[in-house]
């Protein structure tokens, strides 16, 4: 990447698209359209909300770009890469911490790499990288049941980032948690960005989540859903503290809400 | 085990228990009770002392025919439910008939077990087959009780690229071991507990029914046999060994599952206060 650009913006055209969803649709065995029309290019080095109302979709436009599930119709390709098999390149992140209840912290960042046929000893290293990222390397031997609610997130987000993945999945990662919490791990999550420099795909129902974190907000239609329109957020990497406060953050916000709610007045009409 | 919370959970129950025994004493004692209708404590003692090399010898065979059941239900309930949650096919299969022979009362079949087989298997099969589906219903359910979303990371994460049958056998085994085998292990041992009282169980209904004599015959037979010729102490002594087996089995199981889980299982944990 030329050193220029090195902040990827939507803006910017040079940046290469690492996913790129094309004309989706997902019908579910029971005969649900979840998706239809879905188009989205994710580029390398964006922080890209998917936003919309529950069920329109969202999560499976996620687990599409996973491969936890196959489109209907339509293609999810990875542009930039020879490779086949994307999963080394991924990290999911869910709405709960999904945590496994009977391994300590560092066992659980373990499980990517050992499936990956990591031996402890080996992995040992990545763990505590990991652990680090998130500020937990003192509570490597500590059991999920002794965190808290952010805590548990935050090793959730560290057993992602074990694989070193340049695309981070993430559902709805804090939406259980309390404002404060929330506040401070959108930060950390903006700053774990800049320091890896990956991709992140954040889906989200709340307008002022997204207008917080994100270079693009996609607004998705109701079911069965689409992305409807974009909006430009601000670059990737840390805010400035008063970000919150900003006319240009109220201004992000009215905006996105606007859209948002064209929608679903069009739905009713 | 964790610290006695309470010395009052200790102490009142064994106050409790002392008190009724001398009340017992006492009641016997005072009204001059024949010992043939209801023997005193102090009697029941004494004839445990006496007649022990012949109580020990029952209590031996009765304490192998409940461990060994014991040990078979769980190695066939854990090996079953395994197989069948491996394969779609073979739980569609056989799970109803371990639904049925559940449902059964087993131990009416007992009887049936005494004409097809020498009396020792028949017991030992009488105290496998109750024990055994406990195991067996608890560790599938502890198997299947994997959290989705971890399943779905492991599907992300570990799943093999190909879709050969042996790789995606091989990637089910690799689910098994990381995931479903701690998953299951609450519930499998839930499952033991209650398996090691009904072992216990199976095998004293086995041996009232087969009720022959014997040098290999266990403390039901002599309850039995006590009760013919109203050696009624005997009796007494035989019920309370056999009271004093089940009760060591479950805090024996009882403390394996707590120091199996007390890391990280709810029903292990003590509330801090």
Request: net charge positive.
């Amino acid at each position: 990447m030329p050193a220029r650009t090195a902040l990827p913006h939507p803006m910017n055209a040079t940046a290469s698209t690492l996913v790129s969803l094309q004309d989706i649709t997902k019908v579910f065995a029971n005969g649900v359209m979840a998706l239809s029309g879905f188009d989205l290019a994710i580029r390398t080095g964006d922080f890209v909300s998917l936003l919309g109302p529950s069920g329109c979709g969202k999560s499976t436009a996620l687990r599409l770009i996973a491969g936890l599930a196959e489109p209907t119709t339509g293609h999810v390709t990875w542009p930039g890469s020879a490779h086949e098999d994307h999963r080394s390149e991924i990290g999911f992140v869910f709405q709960e911490p999904t945590l496994m209840p009977w391994a300590d912290v560092a066992d659980n960042v373990w499980l990517p790499l050992r499936l990956r046929g990591l031996s402890r000893q080996d992995a040992r290293e990545r763990i505590f990288e990991s652990l680090s990222l998130v500020g937990l390397q003192d509570f490597a031997k500590a059991y999920p049941r002794e965190l808290s609610g952010g805590m548990k997130m935050r090793v959730s987000i560290a057993r992602a980032l074990s694989l070193k993945p340049r695309l981070l999945l993430m559902d709805e990662p804090f939406a259980a948690l309390d404002e404060i919490t929330r506040f401070r791990l959108n930060d950390d999550l903006l700053k774990l960005q800049r320091e890896l420099g990956c991709t992140i795909v954040f889906v989200t129902h709340s307008v002022y989540e997204s207008a917080y974190l994100s270079s693009r907000i996609a607004v998705m239609s109701p079911r069965p859903g689409r992305i409807v329109t974009e909006a430009t957020g601000e670059m990737p990497g840390p805010r400035a503290k008063d970000f919150r406060t900003s006319a240009r953050y109220a201004a992000l916000c009215a905006e996105v809400s606007q859209i948002l709610s064209e929608q679903t007045d069009e739905e009713r009409a | 085990m964790a610290a006695p919370s309470n010395p009052l959970k200790v102490v009142l129950p064994l106050a409790v228990f002392a008190a009724a025994i001398g009340l017992w004493e006492i009641a016997v004692r005072l009204h001059g009770i024949p010992p043939y209708i209801l023997p005193a404590p102090s009697l029941i003692g004494t004839t445990m002392v006496a007649d022990w090399p012949l109580l020990q010898a029952s209590l031996l065979t009765t304490l192998k025919t409940t461990l060994l059941g014991l040990a078979l239900a769980v190695l066939g309930g854990v090996c079953l439910a395994i197989v069948l949650s491996l394969s779609r096919i073979v739980e569609y299969s056989l799970y109803p008939f371990a639904i049925v022979l559940q449902v059964t009362p087993v131990i009416a079949i007992a009887p049936l077990l005494l004409i097809y087989m020498p009396q020792d298997v028949a017991v030992l099969t009488c105290a496998w087959l109750v024990a055994f589906f406990p195991v067996l219903s608890n560790t599938m359910l502890g198997l299947q009780s994997v959290d989705r979303n971890l399943m779905e990371l492991f599907a992300l994460y570990g799943a093999p690229a190909s879709r050969k049958p042996l790789a995606r056998f091989r990637s089910r085994l690799k689910a098994l071991w990381y995931l479903r085998r701690p998953a299951a292990l609450p519930a499998f041992l839930a499952g033991l507990r209650i398996a090691g009282g009904l072992s216990l169980i199976g095998a004293v209904v086995a041996e009232m029914a087969a009720g022959s004599a014997g040098a290999g015959s266990g403390l039901a037979y002599r309850i039995i046999e006590s009760q013919y010729r109203l050696n009624i102490p005997r009796l007494f002594a035989a019920l309370v060994l056999l009271a004093l087996t089940g009760i060591a089995l479950y805090l024996l199981l009882a403390s394996i599952s707590h120091r199996l889980l007390r890391r990280w299982h709810e029903s292990a944990l003590t509330q801090e206060k």
